[in-house]
Nanobody, 121 residues
Framework: QVQLVESGGGLVQAGDSLRLSCAAS????????VGWFRQAPGKQRDFVAA???????DYSDSVKGRFTISRDNAKNTVYLQMNSLKPEDTAVYYC???????????????WGQGTQVTVSS
């Protein structure tokens, strides 16, 4: 069982940077694949980035080159560094975890409560 708690969201201007954090409970966090998803009002939850337990990463095309996912297993924490933010990045951002390979869909077993990111133009 893993519990996830996101933090770091807020209101920023276009072009700014923001770093989201996801704190996880559990002693075996290092064996989980972790991902970030986002959901804008009235839209489906979309994949943003993921990092496998082996260290491999994957990004959606819309954030590639601007966002970076990282993890600190000693701190049981996953980060999403977001640079060059755009108004279309506005959404609730969710952290997720699963046992197994990186997936770019929502088939993750564990989810956080989400943190709001708003980017003004």
């Amino acid at each position: 069982q893993v519990q996830l708690v996101e933090s770091g969201g807020g209101l920023v201007q276009a072009g700014d940077s923001l770093r989201l954090s996801c704190a996880a409970s559990g002693r075996t966090f290092s064996v989980y694949t972790v991902g970030w998803f986002r959901q804008a009002p009235g839209k489906q939850r979309d994949f943003v980035a993921a990092k496998g337990w082996t260290g491999n990463t994957d990004y959606s095309d819309s954030v590639k080159g601007r966002f970076t996912i990282s993890r600190d297993n000693a701190k049981n924490t996953v980060y999403l560094q977001m640079n060059s933010l755009k108004p279309e990045d506005t959404a609730v951002y969710y952290c997720a975890a699963r046992i197994g390979d990186v997936l770019t869909d929502v088939r993750y077993a564990y989810w956080g409560q989400g943190t709001q990111v708003t980017v003004s133009s």
